[in-house]
């Protein structure tokens, strides 16, 4: 954690996963995301925790409608649920925040939380796509902002650096 930036002080902060899947140029459907997880981001910094950052790959069924691709979209929500189980296990964070905004992602970004009931963890809609048009006719679409509180109750150093024997 040190030479990924972390102070020692640190070290006695509650470590937040925030988690946002995110299909990269592929798709238009998430990429607003980058932009919700910098905002969390910051208020995790804000409210005195360490925050950790992870985008799970996902497929989206618009882009890979009716080709090859579409087989590997459904699959791709457990794979986001497992990337961010792996990620807040691995690293053994005190809570974790998910965005997602669609059938896939929203599932995905939940059931790591089901499976670890003894973690705080909260999940933010994260809206649809941003509008565009078609053939110069604009689409169906909307921005969402969200702006959350989050209350870190944690005593002690966080899960990081308590160990099992």
């Known amino acids: 954690m040190y030479t990924a930036g972390a102070q020692r002080q640190d070290m006695e902060k509650p470590v937040v996963l925030i ?6 140029d592929a798709a238009s459907c998430n990429q607003h995301f980058l932009q919700l ?19 799970p790959p996902v497929i989206s069924d618009g882009v890979t409608m009716g ?27 005190d809570a974790i925040v998910t965005v997602g905004g669609c059938d896939k992602t929203q599932p995905g970004c939940v059931m790591p939380m089901a499976r670890h009931l003894d973690l705080f963890g909260v ?6 796509r ?23 109750p944690v005593r002690g150093p966080g899960r990081l650096c308590r160990r099992n024997h």
């Open 67 to 93: 080709a090859e691709g579409m087989r590997y979209s459904l699959p791709s929500r457990d794979l986001i649920a497992s990337s961010i189980e792996l990620m807040a296990e691995g690293y053994r964070v």
């Open 123 to 128: 999940t933010v809609y994260g809206g649809g």
């Open 130 to 152: 941003h509008p565009g048009t078609t053939g110069g006719v604009p689409e169906v679409g909307g921005e969402v902002r969200v702006r959350a509180e989050l209350r870190l």
């Open 19 to 24: 988690a946002a899947p995110y299909a990269g």
């Open 37 to 55: 997880t910098e905002a969390i981001r910051e208020e995790v910094v804000k409210l005195g925790g360490l925050p950790y950052v992870t985008h």
